[in-house]
């Protein structure tokens, strides 16, 4: 009778252990669901912001129609105005900038080769003007007048037209100056009424040797030199055409064969 009462006794305590658990649970589900029509809309907005994934607090605010995305101040939103949780939509961040930094900004162009031709008297041709080009660079560093060094940094054809200048041609600097779409897409060069070459351009000012890392063009501006022998527009045959890079160096075009174009 010992044994079955020890029995009796152990048996009961896993089934008084599950009832307790099931009446707790019974007892929390009040709250779970409580009602929330006395709660001050502060606090539903409080807890739709640290708990945006419950949907109970959600479905409070909207059926309130708080804004509680901004914070928890309780504000009410005007009517037909959508109700996004915190987590969700777009926020727009007011930025206030310098007025001389914002004109920098702006003032940037988004295309390297942008330029301003209305300052230069752009000629106006009956025909284009085809010419082969080759381009030598200039040293100052030793030479206030300039070195000309006797080799070619770029060369090929140039048409020289109402609309533009056209390239069709190859750099000789090395790495990223063999692709010739730099000389094709990335100038933007108009022929002056005095025969200057003007506008902006990607230039390659240094060697590239096989197996060094590649340099990135620099993008300047070409403008008429005091030393140049300028291209005549009505009777072209050849211009020599300087172009200052920087206080070391610089470039000299030579224009050739130059003669009107009928495609």
């Known amino acids: 009778m010992i044994q079955l009462s020890l029995i009796y006794q152990y048996c009961r305590v896993p089934a008084m252990l599950s009832v307790s658990i099931l009446v707790a649970s019974l007892l929390a589900l009040p709250v779970l669901a409580a009602d929330m029509s006395g709660w001050s809309d502060k606090s539903v907005c409080r807890l739709v912001t640290e708990k945006a994934d419950n949907a109970d607090y ?3 605010a909207q059926r309130r129609g708080l804004d509680c995305g901004a914070g928890t101040s309780g504000k009410k939103q005007q009517s037909g105005q959508k109700v996004l949780p915190k987590n969700q939509g777009i926020v727009f961040y007011p930025l206030n900038l310098d007025p001389q930094v914002k004109k920098q900004l702006l003032s940037k162009p ?3 080769t942008e330029f301003d031709f209305g300052s230069y008297e752009l000629a106006t041709l009956a025909q284009p003007i085809a010419c082969q080009f080759n381009l030598r660079r200039v040293e100052y560093e030793n030479d206030v007048e300039g070195r000309l ?5 770029a060369r ?3 048409l020289l037209t109402n609309a533009g200048v056209k390239i069709e041609g190859y750099w000789r600097m090395g790495g990223l100056s063999l692709d010739p779409n ?3 897409h990335e100038v933007n060069l108009g022929l002056t009424k005095v025969g200057h070459l003007v506008g902006k351009m990607a230039y390659f000012r240094l ?3 096989e197996g060094e890392v590649p340099e990135q ?6 403008k008429p030199h005091k030393r140049s022998k300028p291209l005549d527009i009505n009777n072209p045959k050849q211009a020599v055409l300087w172009t200052d890079v920087d206080d070391y160096m610089g470039g000299v075009w030579q224009l050739t064969r130059c003669k009107e174009y009928n495609p």
């Open 182 to 184: 730099y000389l094709k």
């Open 217 to 222: 063009p620099d993008y300047i501006e070409l």
């Open 207 to 209: 060697n590239v040797s």
């Open 58 to 60: 959600l479905a409070e």
């Open 156 to 158: 090929g054809q140039m």
């Open 110 to 112: 988004i295309n390297k």
């Open 149 to 153: 060094e006797n080799w070619d940094m």
